[in-house]
């Protein structure tokens, strides 16, 4: 299931982002990869610790927190402090599965939940689509800067090769307290099916009170805290 959050920055807040990601070091992207990614991975980053990494990844889990479809559809346990990419042309990052554990410090992870949000207006670069392979076949995101996408960690993907311009995105992974993404998935159409009746009949019709309590304890036998 691939959920695209729409401005989760405004216009102004992904100006700030750029002004303080222009005045960054990058570096060399291969160092957050695993062995095989490696191999794939051709691009640049802010290293995990640099104070801007730190600074604009405090502003992103703070609207994350506040934002009802990434809780809704991700159930998050945990999120990883956010990271920033970069792809200038001819840069790609061929097809990959994110690694399952990580570690932030001396926590240790599991990556559930993958996340891109676009830094860059779509107009200003060629390729640079992130492809995910979900159930349905290849799926290709490109997104108005500001805007999201969260997918499947256990997914194959790949980010197209930029042939123009430059594509600037910040990524993270979450651990979701539903570790299995069928169950996340119904868990989210249920979430969304009971806000649709509770508009059309009221919160305290018994069968919102009915199936509310079925969702909670649905997540009460699946997830983890
Ligand atoms: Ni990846």
Redesign the pocket.
Known sequence: MLIHIPALLSADEVGHFRAVLEAAAWTDGRVTAGAQ?AMAKNNLQIPEDAAEARQLGAIILDKLGRNEAFVAAGLPLRVFPPLFNRYDEGMG?GA???NTIRFSGPVRFRTDL?STLFLTDPADYDGGELVVMDTYGEQKVKLPAGDMVLYPASSV?RVETVTRGSRWAS?FWAQSMVADDGRRALLYQMDQAIQTLAAQVGLDHPSVVSLTGAYHNLIRMWGET
Do not use: A, I
């Open positions: 990614s990052f990959h599965v994110d993958s993907h990524f």
